[in-house]
Nanobody, 115 residues
Framework: QVHLVESGGGLVQPGGSLRLSCAASGFTFSSYPMSWYRQAPGKEREVVAGITNTGGSTNYADSVKGRFTISRDNAKKTVYLQMNSLKPEDTAVYYC????????WGQGTQVTVSS
């Protein structure tokens, strides 16, 4: 069965960086697109970035373009989210989601941007 485990979250000051990882198992990782979402307190979950199965194409929410980079390593069955120039409004629980049907979610990792 599909299993996703996020890691790499934490507390960072504004302007800082974090790299999130999502380790996948239970499906043919290289065959499916992957995406990152986030959910801030009191807000709906929103998509942050997506990547095709080969990594050849990516897309981003306008709010993170130019600051975040999604990537994947199919040999390691892992998708990453490099987050630079972090802002307080990036504070949220970050989730990875598989492009399988039905889609599956990890448990999330907390990112807090605060001075």
């Amino acid at each position: 069965q599909v299993h996703l485990v996020e890691s790499g979250g934490g507390l960072v000051q504004p302007g800082g960086s974090l790299r999130l990882s999502c380790a996948a198992s239970g499906f043919t990782f290289s065959s499916y697109p992957m995406s990152w979402y986030r959910q801030a307190p009191g807000k709906e979950r929103e998509v942050v970035a997506g990547i095709t199965n080969t990594g050849g194409s990516t897309n981003y929410a306008d709010s993170v373009k130019g600051r975040f980079t999604i990537s994947r390593d199919n040999a390691k069955k892992t998708v990453y989210l490099q987050m630079n120039s972090l802002k307080p409004e990036d504070t949220a629980v970050y989730y990875c989601r598989s492009g399988t049907w039905p889609p599956r979610w990890g448990q999330g990792t907390q990112v807090t941007v605060s001075s």
